[in-house]
Every structure is written in structure tokens, then in C-alpha cells.
């Protein structure tokens, strides 16, 4: 019987481990430098020191003078992005899908710079926005530089991409096992050892490694009391309301980019535009400028008035959107968290079943989930940002409704919808290829037409290539062993012409391609695409050369039909 796998096995799994443990580390490196630029930053913009002290903008004394700060920041920004790159414009998480799906994995050493550089003046001059989308494009640039630096696959370097970027979001927030869900559910699109080994280990050198300059534990800590059974109603509410924000969200956020793009103005100037609107609300609303992390942690805590919740979040809202909208730099996953926890707020009082700090908590999650569409992440994120084990349910069932919301209502994401606009769609939905599920001893036709080595070439074509052809090529055997396969094409005139020559005499000293039994037809029909043929012969191993059959690409086709039958045909087995 021959040897089949459940994972195609690799012997570059270590090296790509290696790369990963280095990664982990110089994304660590990365998001701490980048938190500490945002502090240089705010302490330079809102309180003229030269300092790395954790200051909040909120506290800032410069009047309606605050108004300019932001603009400032998107300014200078607006200024990287036109004469160093345009690629750290946006939030980060699109940018990278654009890399992985469309450009190899192959991202520039201007990117790995400007990028942190960038979002640490728009962040510290008040921008809205949180240091991990940021970070997940750092760490994912460092990593394709590193792996651009190696012989390696764009498959391999898109493993140590999205390796180098879930890295990042673990030592912003402290949840490898949410980082490692963002790119099974959203960046990676397969789950393979290759890829999903190298996310792991960097995510887990990155958990480890955070301690050296963070506070260790969860980022919120909470204990909510076990919710009531009526809770279940409960959280079916709050997921719709969460998705109808998410969807709310998500369709502004693009009328407001679209009604930047037709301003008669260079996009360079957008980002201090909308620094100004970032600076008026700052103005009004302190605590909704900048990262906001204190301001999630006391609305988690339900330590917040209800009017002042409700002010807080719709000025962030507004100032997110429309700073996001003006192309500036900076991530979307803290104001997302802090717009869903206060909405939790505000329907907590109403909401049966837990207190106000359970519905914080689940809609902060099924905000996230929503908007992202990536709903096990939010789950696990929230788990880990207040290690709650008794809101995990409630979290669930609220993360997976408002991700059932958005999906019935947004034709793409937040995320997606970027990149659908420069003309590259994203399908998000994937599953085992029915290819990769059958091998090829499965669907080759065994008894297939062969043509023996001695067999003198004139009576070849006359046979086999005349006016009664019925294949393309043959394979030519010596008694069972393959020889090679030959078509129309290897027999010129002047060899047609001598009429004793054997047609094996023609195949000498040529390497014929050939297929295993055992090889999965995914690789196989990969393998007949880059060489352009039809037909590939199927041997039995690579030392004996015996022939099984023929395997074409109509029998490859047989899975596909397998699949198509099981997603539409309808069948009732009970009847009355």
C-alpha cells in the first residue's frame, strides 16, 4: 500500500522555524519602537519636551490651539507618503493583504522605515488611531526584507510576512493566540505547517519577549459574574447592533474617502485636512484623541458617565473616519475597540442578563469581529485582552452574530473594500481544494494506449498519429518501464523518412516528466500548467519508472465535478 500524508512534507519547515524565531524578536523590537515614538512624539507636539514619558494628549493645556496639532501631523505625513511612499498610506492591514494576494510578498525597505516613522507622528500629534495596524505592516516588511535577502518562494516569504506581522500585534497587545486566528482567518488564505509553524513560534517569541518592556498579564484585566440564561437574547441584540455599526461604519468610512478623492487638490494636502477635523474634535472631546488604550480600560471598567460615553464615542467615531478617509497612517483596531466598548455602555443599562461591563466587552469583540470578518479572532483578542473566562460565551455568540450581519449586508470589509477599489478582488472564503483531497492513483486511467520502445516510427505515426488519433501524446514504454511520452511534434519529416529507426531511439537521453500515483492531483495539475502539457505519464516510484497509467486534464477535472455535485445537487433521504 503505498505511504500517503496528511500534510505534504517539507524539509524547509526548520529553516522557515529559524527565520520565524528571528522574526518574532525583530518585531518585538519594532512595536517597541514604535510605542516609543508616539510617546516622543506626544510629549513633542502637545507638550514641547524631549521626553519617552507615557503622557495622554488629553491632558494637553494649549487651548483651541490643539486644533492645528493634528494638522500638522498629517501634513509632515502627507509629505512622507508623496516623496518617500505612498505604500504607508491607510491603516496597514489592506496594504498587506495587497502584498500577499498581489505582489509576492515582496515589500520595500522604505516601507519598514517610513511606515512606524509616519504613524508615530500622526498617532502623537492626536491622531485617532491605535499602534498595532502599524505595527502589523512593520513587522510584516521586516520580514519580507529578511526573507527577500534568502533563496525562498514567494509561498515561504508570504509564511514569514504574515509571521513578521502577527508578531507585531502580540507584543502591542499581548495575544499571540488572536494573532495567530488574524492570519488563519484574514492574511494567510490556507492553513499549512509551512505557513501556520512560522506564525506560531514568531507569535510565541514575541508573547515572550514582551515582558522585557511591558507590564506581563492581559492589557485589561476583568472578572465579570457568570451571565443569566436571559443573557442569550441579550447577546443576539447586541451582535445585530454591532454589525449594524459595523456596516454603518464601513460604508461612511468610503464616502468620506471618495469625497477626499474629488477634492480639486493633491492627495498629499488630504491628511491636514482631515488633521483639522481630528483637532476640532480633540478639541470638544480630549480623550478621543490619540491611542485611547486608558479610555478602553475605563469604559471596560463601566467608570465612564453615560453622557460622557456617549460624547467620547461619537467623537472618536467621527474623527476616525475621517482621518482614516484622508489616506493618513495609523490602525484601526483600538478605535474599533474603543467605539464597540462604548457602545456596550450605552446599551448595557437596557441589556438583561449581565452587567454593563459584560456588554462592554462583547460588543468591544463583536465590533472587531464584524468590521474584520474575522470573528474567532475578536473572540480569542477579547479573551486575552481581560482573561474573562465567564463573558467567553456571551463573547461568542455576540461575535458571530454581528459577523453574520456584516457578511449579509457588506459585500466586502473595511479591509477589502480598499483594495477592491485599486481592481483586485479578495475572496475570502476558502476550504480544502477538492484537488489536494484525491491523489492521482484515484482518477488516471490505468489501461491507457502505450506505444512499445521497438516500434518503428512510420508505423507510430501511421497508428497512433494518422486520421484516427485519439490522444495528443502516448507514452512510449520497454516492456513496463517508461521510456517517455511523444506527440505529433517529436516526429520532424526527415525522421519519419527512415523507416527502421525505433521510436524509443528518439526519446533517448530526454527527461520525461512524469507523474506519482501517490503525488495529490493539486500538484500534479501544477505541475502540467507550468509545463504546458495535457497528459503526463504515472509511474510507480522514481527508481523502477514502471508505468500505472496516464493521467490528463480531463481526469483531473473529476474532483471539481465531485464538489460541484456536493454544493448543488439537493437530496431528501427521509420521506413521509
Known sequence: MMHKRDFSGSNRLLLLSAFAVVIGGLSTLGAWLLLAMIR??????????LSLAETSPADNTLGAWVIVVPALGGLIVGLMARYGSDKIRGHGIPEALEAILFGKSQMSAKVAVLKPLSSGVVIGSGGPFGAEGPVIMTGGAAASLLAQAFHLTSAERKALLVAGACAGMTAVFGTPLAAILLAVELLLFELRPRSLLPVALACTVAGFLRPLWAEAGPLFAMQTPPADTIALVSCVAAGLACGMLCTAMSSILYKVEDAFGRLPIHWMWWPALGGLVVGLGGWLEPRALGVGYDVIGDLLADELALQVVVALVLVKAVIWVVALGSGTSGGILAPLLMIGAGLGCVLGPWLPGGDVRLWALVCMAATLGGTMRAPLMAVVFAFELTWDTNALLPTILGCVVAYGFSVVAMPRSI??????????????????????????????????????????????????????????????????????????????????????????????????????????????????????????????????????????????LKPAQQLHEEESRRERFLRR
Open 40 to 49: 516622543f512624539f506626544t510629549n513633542l507636539f502637545f507638550y514641547q519636551t
Open 415 to 556: 479591509l477589502t473594500e480598499k483594495i477592491a477599489r485599486r481592481g483586485l478582488h479578495v475572496y475570502r472564503e476558502y476550504g480544502v481544494d477538492p484537488l489536494e483531497r484525491h491523489f492521482v492513483s484515484e482518477v488516471m486511467t490505468a489501461d491507457a494506449v502505450t506505444i512499445p520502445a521497438s516500434t518503428p516510427v512510420p508505423e507510430v505515426q501511421a497508428r497512433y498519429f494518422g486520421v484516427g488519433q485519439k490522444h495528443r501524446a502516448y507514452p512510449v514504454v520497454d516492456e513496463d518501464r517508461l521510456v517517455g511520452m511523444i506527440d505529433r511534434d517529436d516526429l520532424p519529416p526527415d525522421v519519419v523518412q527512415d523507416e527502421t529507426q525505433p521510436v524509443g531511439e528518439l526519446l533517448q537521453g530526454i527527461a520525461a516528466p512524469h507523474a506519482l500515483a501517490q503525488e495529490t492531483c493539486r500538484a500534479v495539475a501544477s505541475r502540467m500548467a507550468a509545463l504546458g502539457l495535457q497528459r503526463l505519464p504515472v509511474v510507480e516510484s522514481e527508481q523502477s519508472q514502471k508505468l500505472l497509467g496516464v493521467v490528463s486534464r480531463s481526469d483531473l
